[in-house]
């Protein structure tokens, strides 16, 4: 990520006269990309500060859009937890993405400003949405295993 940050920092330098190639949109998607893998970094490490915008160097719409990738990102890691076992784990990572999803809903400008971050917010809920189930299925899955290992033990005692 840091090798992103200087190559970001870089083309920002090498385009600084010339705005035409500077918000052509290439830029933006190297920062989206950064920002994302920041974000995405907090969340799989379980910390509570997020980033700013300003804090990672990128633009509004790049961080944002970015933001709304995360949670994607998120996504997986829940699945990989999942396939661990570690469902409360999964939990924490469900909320960090519900609290970046909260973040995105309450920006209500054009996609043109935006660079359509309303799809990508779409997406986004409905990823969640997705995880939340897939958490749900898993937690009723362990529940069950728990019961019948308690209900096992209690026939194997009562045997001996």
Excluded: C, W
Aim: charged letters at 30%; zero cysteines; aromatic letters at 4%.
């Amino acid at each position: 990520m840091d090798e992103a940050r200087a190559a970001i920092d870089e083309g920002l330098a090498a385009v600084a006269d010339h705005p035409d190639i500077g918000f052509a949109g290439y830029l933006q998607d190297a920062q989206k990309e950064y920002a994302e893998a920041r974000l995405t970094e907090v969340v799989v490490k379980g910390e509570s500060i997020v980033p700013t915008p300003d804090a990672l160097g990128v633009e509004d719409a790049p961080y944002l859009n970015g933001m709304a990738e995360a949670i994607g990102e998120a996504r997986r890691r829940v699945l990989d937890l999942l396939r661990g076992g570690r469902v409360d784990d999964g939990d924490a990572v469900l909320a960090a993405m519900e609290d970046l999803y909260a973040v995105l809903v309450t920006m209500d400008y054009p996609d043109a400003i935006t660079g359509n971050l309303r799809r990508s917010t779409d997406v986004a809920r409905s990823l969640i949405e997705k995880t939340r189930g897939d958490l749900a299925v898993a937690r009723v899955s362990q529940d069950l295993h728990d019961a019948l290992d308690r209900h096992r033990r209690e026939v194997l005692g009562k045997e001996d």
